[in-house]
Structure formats: structure tokens, C-alpha cells
């Protein structure tokens, strides 16, 4: 159980908890949370001046006035406070949606000078013998009014209690420890409650948001009494502690906007957010240029990264040094990266562990010290005079890591990074280099290695997109560029009929295609063509395998203009979008109404335009992503991974996507041909190494799923066709799992509010139940199928095991790998499709699953070798090897897309 009051942090970061309490006054719309009850924070005898009942209750009502907290207390003995309380503050509340409610201040009658407590207590038990009578089905928790809790014990489902190892002292406003007194006092009232009310009891607890130690320690001092505990800050505005601890997945990246055309463009993003995503984490970006963003504590953020390229304006250094010491003070891990942004003034580098002023090597440096994790991708730069490396103090030498020594003549030591007591840091050259002469980069420096040592990330299990049910993903997308073009074949059809009819009747998998209202709409730009464009989206529309895109209204070249780039930045007449005489881009026009378009004219009826996919510079602004939004359209595009033999470098390899003012600009996993034939320039074959880029987004990690994106063009000319059959074709031949473009982008989506929280040995994971994979680093064993709770199964994978969830929550319990299997339950290994059912059976050896695909089934069960499998009452017979051929392995073909299937076990 958790208790949150703020406004900053989203709620549904608390699904972890089975239940959580909000302040209702915050969230005005209740976001239901499926597993997650959310109860509404009343106080019952105290009322605040900002409550929109206040004014309406009687001065003869008001008892006295709580001076720490601003509030009223208010009688309970009036006849009409029972119905006053339960149709101006409860009943709005049920309307929205509430069905428990947390009563609070029930003891605040004591804070009066004259008063009868048994009439108090008695106007208590009047108010909630009303809330019964009023609102089948209500639950209320108390908070403390223990007196009356034997007359009302029937009516109220636990009992909550403030400070009973720590405590928040509202008069001196300082965290503070409870005495022995108080303490042994409040355990008797709360024993007596548990032992004799048989009734669950709550602690409340306070501790200092920044010492997570203390919070930790506490909340597991109060579970050892056997009460639910939560301990949180003061004014229960942060990610408390309770039962459970949920994992801070953030890590906030400092970056300056005076280095890039945009954040899109920033090494930060460029670089560091892949590594970043890959490991479980969100990116949060904050410019160092702007004010720095407050409430970045340990309960929600894994730690803090900078990534300047030079120094900061002066004006900026003095508040971002500032800033980050703070953090350092609260223990938030730290890496830098690249450059400190100024040279450190005398406390920064204290904090720092590094010496102030002008430190000069005598004469040259030699290599003295290399971390294994450098050298990643290239071989360590030579050093250079431009290079400026720190020196150490004595006291953070002995507790530090060299990543890279140097020493000069004299044999004094300099770093260009380290490892340190506060986090880390690697100074350019060795965290990242461009090859002189290209576009490329490397990396220096291990990116995984140096985040999770300087960060100090702990091993947890990891939300994954690239994968379900145990298999690689595979997605396709077209973009609509070139629709109207003549392909290089006898009677020169249109591109997009020859993509119609060699490559979306041929591949028969789920399949985006969009197109540019411009281009084929009969008020565009090739009207005389309209006719016969329009039939054939038409035709491509009607495929159940095709899922509707919309490539804008005039494909925008330029997405935002206040951010110019490129050849916009050298031409500045240079086209932003497609020329349409007397049209001005607009973006809602571009988004809305190329979409009711494509709705009214092209789609069939009920089938709906599902995704915007970003045209030109794949840059949209946030008030692009949030018209895309509110218009009920996913989106993706942009990312541009394109890692191959010719450059083998994970700086080719993009992040999950960016966001921009809180809406989710989505990715594509792999970039499209434009790339791989050099502009469409040539060679027209290139985007036959889109193989490479599977592969090498496969291994030695799995980053990305199979991502095949394009443009129909591609169609236009012999070799382009060829290349898509090819590339089709290597897919066909992978044992992957298809989905249409829209069920990748929900994944990417989820991964973002995927809630994780260790859960005693364990763990707990609740999401939006679209991205159904954890990838179980090997130091966490296995998973223990048979005490784990919404666990499908697992199988190898290159980092670990792929973990198969059935839905949108799990309990994960973990034995060591070494541990024998004797005892292990028969699972899903892997399937092409996604579990829609999973029913395992605890008094008889039975499994019941139900698996739904796109195509034909394949599916695959471990441990099932003595089980008889079975669908529509008939038996199934493993398929000799499978596409693995793996031991103890069976492997199952289908020719339906669904099926319940079901395993009879003998008993053990």
C-alpha cells in the first residue's frame, strides 16, 4: 500500500501497489490502474480554507484551528455533520469513480480546549454508519480513531497509524526519531488492533526523502512487527517505501541546447539514451541553459548523467555546478561525460576529489593504466596537446578507479576518467571519437559498463520491446513517398501497384502502409492520376494483413522551424514541405486532416487510420506530437539505426524514441533505404544491408526487433524490388514473431510506465499489459515457474533469458541457475503469437493456454515431453527438430492463427 498527496509524479509510476491513496483534489480525472486500487484522501475532522466545501460549513461547527497544519477542526457532534460530510465530500468523490476513501484527522477533536470525547467518538461512528448507509460497498481505512474502532471494526477495512519509528515534526519542521515512549505506547494500540480486531494495520512513517537508507531500514523495521508499512517524506509528495520498493527507473541527463539544433541532435540523446533504454531505464533530459528541475531524488531517479562538449556560458557554470553538488550531497550517483562544462571553482572540485587551478603535465604523457571497458570500439586516441586531463587529490586517488592514467615526466598521475566514491566521469577523447573523413563514430569507452558502475545500477529485470513470447519481433512499414512514380518495368505501372502486387499479396504478415495525401488525392498534385492511385490504396487498404498509416498532407521536410539544420540551416531556400500552390504548412491540416482523408476516401468502412508517420527530418516539435496524440494516432519514425559492416558501431544504433513536453515520439527500429542507397542515389540494392543491420542488432545484444521500413519507391526500380524481396525473404527464414506497427509502438509506450518493484526475494511487475517481455540478467537466476504468479516462461537469450509474462502483472520469483529443474513445471519455451490465456492447474497436472497470431502458429514447450497436448479434442504431434532443434524442446505447427491448447501431465 502506498500513500501519494503530490502532483509531479505521474500515478501510475504506484501501480506496483495493490492499493495507494491520492489526494482526489490533485487528479481530477481518476486513471484506473487495473490491480491497483485508489482510494481518496478525506479528512473528516479538518477542514482546509482551499476545500470547495469550506465556506459552506456553519463557524458553529468549527471547533478549533490546527495552527501546523492551517486548518479547521471540526465538531463532530452536530446531527447534520454526518450528512453534510457524505454529500459535499464524499458523494462528488463517488461520482468520479472513488470506491475506497482514507479517513483521516479522526482524532483532531483533541486539539480543542473543551470538548466531550464519547460525544466526538460517537459523531465519528455516526459518519461512517452513514458513508454505509449511503454508498454500498464502500471501503474506508481509519487513520488512528482506535476508541472507536470495535464499534465500527465490520465497516472499515484496516486501521493506519502516524510515526511510530520516525516521525515529521510539524511545529519545528524537522524529521525526527519517535521516543522510546511514544513508540511502546502506539505498538500497544496497534498489537491490540491486529491480535484482538483481527483488522490489518497501516504505519505511516517519515524519513527524509533523500536517505532511502533510513527509509528502507524503517519500512522493514515496521513489516518485522507484522503491520503494513509505508515511509515517505513529510508531505507524502514522494515514491515512498513500503512492503514492496518500487525500482527508480529515470535517469535525468544534463545537456546544452547551445551544442545542437536540437535535443534530437545532442550527443546525449544521439548517444547515450540507447545504452540507457537497453538497460531497463528512461532517459529524462533538463538543459543546462534553463533552470534545473527540482524533486530529482533517489525514490524515482537511478542518477544523474551530463554529457557537455566544452564549456557552459559563464552565467550558467556557478548554477549547474551548484545543482549538481546538491545531488552529490543527497548521494545521487553522478557520470560525467565528455567535459565538466567549466573548470571547477574550489568547493566543486572538493566534491569532486580533483585539484583546482591550472594543472600542467611536465613534459609528455605517457599511458600508464586502461580500464578493460575502454577500447570498446576503436583503439585508445593518441594524446594530444589539446587534451586536458585531471589530477586527483591524494584522498579521492585512494579511493577512486582509474579508468585511464597517464603520468608525465615527473611521474605525476593524471585521468581522463575514473570511477569514484560519488560516480564517475570520462573526459573526451575516450567516451566518444568521429572517424575524420565520414559521418561515423565510435565508442571508446564501453557505454554499459562505465553507466552501470558510475550510476552503481542494479541488476534488475529488464522491460524489453524487442521481444514476445520468447521470439524476435518483426514489424514492417511503408512510407508513402513515390505512390504516383512510374516503375522501370513493361507498361511502367505505378510504384505503389507494383508494391500492391509483388510484395503485399506475396508477404502475407502484419503490414504498415501510409501515403501522402498530396500525392494521390485528386485535389494534389496529380489529379489526372487520382482516380487510379486512390483504387490502388484502396486495394492495399482491404488486405487484412495491411494496417492504414498516414504520411502526412505535404510530407514536411522541416517538422519544427524554430529549429533549423542542415541543408536548412545553409540553404534558406531550401523546400519545408511539397510545393502545393496557396498552401501554408499547418500542422493540423498535415495530421488531422490528411487523416480524415485517408478515413473517408480510402479506408474501408471501420477500419481505422491507426499511425502518423513522420515525414522529412523525422523532428517534430511537441506541439506536433501532441496534436498527433489528442487526434488518437500512435506515431513513429526517426532514430536512424543504421549499424552495419561498414560501420560497426553502436552510435548507430538509436534510442526507443524522445520525448518532447511529455508526449512520446517513437522510434523506428531500423532506418529505411533512403539510407542504405545513399539518398536514393544509388546503389538502388543497398537496402539488401538492412540484413546486417538485423543481424548486428541481434548480436551480441538484442537492441532492436526486426524492423523492415521503406518507401514504396523502392518498388519503382528492378533493383530496389529485388532488394525487398531479399530482405523479406531473410525474415521469413528467422523463426520471429510478427506484429503490425501499432502493437510495437504500444510496446515502446509501455516500456515507459512499466512498473517494477522488489517484492521480498522477488520481484513484481505491472504494466499496461503490451510489453510482455523481461530479460532476466543471468546474476538473477531463473525464474521458479512454480511460485511465480503470471510467469508463461522463458528461454535463452544473448544477455540472459527472456522472460514470457501472460498479462499486464506478474510476480517473478527467482531460484539460482544452478538449481535443478526436477521439480519444474512444463512452460511455454517460445511462440509466433501472443498468450491471450494461461491457466495452470494446482491440484491436477493440467496447463491451459490460448495463443493468438497473425499468421499460422508455431509454438514451442519445455518440459512437457510426457505430456499429452491437445487442441479442439485432438492430439498434437511435436514437429521433428524445430527451427532450433534445441534438447528437451517440442516444437508445435498449426494452420490456425489461434488455438487453446492444453497439456495433460502425469502427476509427479
Known amino acids: 500500500m502506498a500513500l501519494y498527496y503530490g502532483q509531479s509524479t505521474p500515478i501510475k509510476e504506484f501501480r506496483a501497489f495493490d492499493m495507494v491513496v491520492v489526494e482526489p483534489d490533485h487528479n481530477q480525472a481518476l486513471q484506473q490502474l487495473p490491480g491497483t486500487d485508489q482510494y481518496a484522501y478525506v479528512s473528516v475532522a479538518e477542514v482546509q480554507a482551499s476545500r470547495p466545501y469550506y465556506a459552506d460549513i456553519p463557524a458553529q461547527w468549527k471547533l478549533a484551528r490546527n495552527g501546523a497544519w492551517k486548518s479547521d477542526v471540526i465538531d463532530q457532534t452536530p446531527p447534520e455533520w454526518a450528512d453534510f460530510f457524505a454529500r459535499r465530500v464524499i458523494a462528488p468523490l463517488w461520482e468520479r469513480g472513488y470506491r475506497g476513501f482514507f479517513l483521516d484527522t479522526l482524532d483532531s477533536y483533541r486539539l480543542a480546549i473543551n470538548f466531550d470525547e464519547k460525544a466526538q467518538q460517537q459523531g465519528l461512528v455516526r459518519v461512517i454508519e452513514t458513508l454505509h448507509q449511503r454508498f454500498p460497498g464502500i471501503k474506508l481505512v481509519l487513520n488512528r480513531g482506535f476508541e472507536i474502532v470495535p464499534q465500527v471494526r465490520d465497516k472499515i477495512q484496516m486501521v493506519a497509524a502516524e510515526s511510530l519509528y520516525q516521525a515529521w515534526n510539524a511545529n519545528s519542521q524537522r524529521y525526527e526519531e519517535v521516543s522510546e515512549t511514544d513508540r511502546n505506547w502506539l505498538l500497544g494500540q ?18 527524509a526523502p533523500q536517505d532511502r537508507a533510513l527509509t528502507r531500514a524503517t519500512a522493514a523495521r515496521i513489516q518485522a512487527e507484522g503491520f503494513i508499512p509505508w515511509v515517505t517524506d513529510s508531505a507524502l509528495q514522494t515514491m515512498g517505501i513500503g512492503s514492496i520498493e518500487t525500482v527508480p527507473r529515470r535517469i535525468l541527463i544534463l545537456y546544452s541546447s547551445a551544442e545542437a539544433a536540437s535535443l534530437n541532435y545532442s550527443n546525449a540523446h544521439r548517444y547515450l539514451q540507447m545504452p540507457i533504454n537497453h538497460m531497463g531505464y528512461i532517459a529524462d533530459y533538463a538543459d543546462a541553459l534553463q533552470p534545473l528541475p527540482e524533486g530529482v531524488l ?4 537511478a542518477g544523474v548523467a551530463t554529457w557537455f562538449s566544452g564549456f557552459l556560458p559563464e552565467g550558467r557554470r556557478k548554477a549547474v555546478s551548484q545543482w549538481l553538488q546538491n545531488h552529490m550531497d543527497e548521494g545521487m550517483p553522478l557520470a560525467i561525460v565528455g567535459d565538466l562544462g567549466q573548470s571547477p571553482d574550489i568547493q566543486w572540485a572538493n566534491k569532486l576529489g580533483v585539484q583546482t587551478g591550472t594543472v600542467e603535465p611536465n613534459g609528455a604523457l605517457r599511458m600508464t593504466a586502461q580500464n578493460p571497458m575502454l577500447a570498446f570500439e576503436t583503439a585508445m586516441p593518441l594524446v594530444t596537446r589539446s587534451f586536458e586531463p585531471v589530477e586527483l587529490t591524494p584522498a579521492m586517488a585512494a579511493r577512486a578507479q582509474a579508468l585511464v592514467e597517464f603520468r608525465d615526466s615527473r611521474q605525476r598521475a593524471f585521468v581522463g576518467g575514473a570511477l569514484t566514491p560519488w560516480g564517475g566521469f570520462i573526459l573526451d577523447p575516450y567516451a566518444v571519437i568521429e572517424i575524420p573523413g565520414t559521418e561515423f563514430s565510435r565508442w571508446v569507452i564501453d557505454p554499459f559498463a562505465f553507466l552501470t558502475h558510475a550510476l552503481r545500477l542494479p541488476v534488475i529485470p529488464i522491460p524489453d520491446t524487442t521481444t514476445e513470447s520468447g521470439r524476435r519481433l518483426l514489424l514492417a512499414h511503408v512510407d508513402g513517398d513515390g505512390f504516383a512514380s512510374l516503375a522501370e518495368l513493361p507498361g511502367s505501372p505505378p510504384a505503389a501497384q ?31 492520376l487520382s482516380p487510379r492511385l486512390e483504387s490502388i490504396a484502396q486495394q492495399m487498404f482491404k488486405l487484412a494483413h495491411i494496417e492504414i498509416g498516414n504520411h502526412t498532407y505535404s510530407h514536411p521536410f522541416l517538422w519544427d522551424r524554430s529549429t533549423l539544420h542542415g541543408l536548412f540551416k545553409d540553404n534558406e531556400e531550401a523546400a519545408y514541405n511539397l510545393n502545393i500552390p496557396g498552401y501554408t504548412m499547418d500542422l493540423t491540416r498535415e495530421i488531422v486532416g490528411s487523416t480524415t482523408y485517408i478515413r473517408e476516401r480510402l479506408a474501408p468502412k471501420g477500419k481505422a487510420v491507426k499511425i502518423l508517420q513522420w515525414s522529412g527530418d523525422t523532428a517534430p516539435d511537441a506541439k506536433a506530437l501532441e496534436i498527433t496524440e489528442r487526434a488518437g494516432l500512435l506515431n513513429i519514425n526517426g532514430g536512424d539505426t543504421s549499424i552495419t559492416l561498414a560501420n560497426p558501431s553502436l552510435t548507430a544504433v538509436g534510442a526507443l524514441g524522445i520525448r518532447k513536453n511529455g508526449y512520446l515520439q517513437v522510434y523506428a527500429p531500423i532506418t529505411n533505404e533512403n539510407i542504405y542507397t545513399n539518398l536514393w542515389r544509388g546503389p538502388f540494392y543497398g537496402f539488401e544491408r538492412a540484413i546486417e543491420t538485423f543481424d548486428m542488432t541481434d548480436k551480441p545484444r538484442r537492441i532492436k526487433p526486426v524492423g523492415i521500413y521503406y518507401h514504396v519507391y523502392s518498388a519503382s526500380k528492378q533493383a530496389g524490388l529485388k532488394a525487398l524481396h531479399k530482405v523479406y525473404g531473410w525474415a521469413l527464414a528467422h523463426p520471429l514473431y510478427p506484429v503490425f506497427t501499432s502493437e510495437f509502438i504500444l510496446k515502446v509506450q509501455d516500456f515507459d510506465s512499466v512498473a517494477i518493484a522488489r517484492d521480498g526475494a522477488g520481484w513484481r511487475v505491472r504494466s499496461d499489459g503490451h510489453l510482455r517481455t523481461l530479460r532476466l540478467p543471468p546474476a538473477l537466476g531463473t525464474p521458479d ?8 516462461g522463458y528461454r535463452p537469450g ?9 498479462g499486464n502483472q506478474a510476480t517473478l520469483q527467482v531460484q539460482d541457475a544452478s538449481t535443478k529443474a526436477s521439480g519444474q513445471t512444463p512452460y511455454l519455451f517460445e511462440a509466433n503469437g501472443r498468450l491471450t490465456g494461461w491457466t495452470r492447474s494446482d491440484r491436477e497436472p493440467r496447463l491451459e493456454l490460448e495463443l493468438q497470431a497473425h499468421v499460422p502458429l508455431e509454438f514451442a514447450l519445455a518440459g512437457a515431453s510426457q505430456c499429452q497436448v491437445k487442441t479442439k479434442q485432438r492430439t498434437l504431434t511435436p514437429t521433428p527438430g524445430g527451427p532450433l532443434a534445441l534438447p528437451g524442446i517440442q516444437y508445435f505447427r498449426l494452420q ?9 501431465c502425469p502427476a509427479h
Open 498 to 528: 507494383v508494391l500492391l502486387k509483388d510484395v503485399f499479396e506475396k508477404y502475407r504478415f502484419p503490414q504498415t502502409m501510409s501515403v501522402i495525401e498530396a500525392e494521390i488525392a485528386p485535389h494534389g498534385l496529380h489529379p489526372d
Open 785 to 792: 515457474l512454480l511460485t511465480s504468479n503470471g510467469v508463461a
Open 298 to 301: 533517489r525514490d524515482r531517479y
Open 896 to 904: 490456425e492463427t489461434h488455438a487453446q491448447i492444453q497439456l495433460n
Open 798 to 806: 544473448q544477455e540472459g533469458l527472456y522472460v514470457l509474462l501472460s
Open 190 to 207: 496497534l498489537r491490540a488492533i491486529r491480535d484482538q480486531e483481527r483488522l490489518p494495520v497501516l504505519v505511516i512513517d517519515y524519513v
